[in-house]
């Protein structure tokens, strides 16, 4: 008897292996065509183009105004003020916000005009021609007091990023692009 229990335990060992092992060369099949299929998808929403929507555009070494340098515009859920997002290439050199109009933001002739730069953006952007000071309260700020000749100066290594933009106007409702806050990712 015990010869004959040996002969079924082995051959139920040897009928189970090769149904699970099919089993299991079917599941990596399916995995493998998934994970093809998702790829490709991936890939497809990587070259994508970011296209823009709001009257704002970055100027980087180019002076187009195209959807590829133009911001979206939306409330900031931080500041609860309109926000402009841009996410593309940056290289070293000077950085320029412009609107349809090609008038600069922020204005640098208006008094008391400026940047802010915050986060992130304080090691890789510079306000060269400005007065600049830092934030008592807050370390993490850079003001930039602006003139007609102050230029902002991207200086980070080049890259893909996400700039945030908000821009103030004066305290009595004038809508001259007094003052711009950036941040980047």
């Not at 189970?16 to 995995?31: E, F």
């Not at 555009?57 to 500041?79: A, M, T, V």
């Not at 934030?135 to 003139?147: I, P, T």
């Amino acid at each position: 008897m015990a010869n004959t229990i040996k002969k079924e335990v082995t051959t139920k060992k040897t009928t189970s292996k090769p149904t699970g092992v099919k089993k299991n060369i079917a599941a990596k099949k399916t995995t493998t065509a998934t994970k093809k299929a998702t790829t490709s998808k991936v890939a497809k929403a990587v070259k994508k183009e970011f296209v823009g929507t709001a009257d704002l555009f970055i100027l980087n070494g180019n002076k187009r105004l195209d959807s590829k340098h133009q911001f979206n515009e939306n409330l900031s859920p931080i500041y609860g003020v309109m926000e402009y997002v841009w996410e593309g290439e940056l290289k070293k050199g000077e950085v320029t916000l412009v609107r349809k109009s090609q008038s600069k933001v922020p204005t640098g002739d208006t008094y008391n005009s400026g940047i802010t730069l915050v986060g992130n953006a304080i090691a890789f952007f510079k306000v060269e021609n400005a007065l600049t000071t830092v934030s008592e309260e807050c370390s993490d700020q850079v003001f930039n007091y602006c003139n007609p000749e102050s230029k902002l100066v991207y200086i980070g290594e080049p890259g893909h990023h996400v700039v945030y933009v908000r821009v103030y106007d004066n305290a009595n409702g004038t809508n001259n692009d007094r003052w711009a806050t950036i941040s980047i990712e």
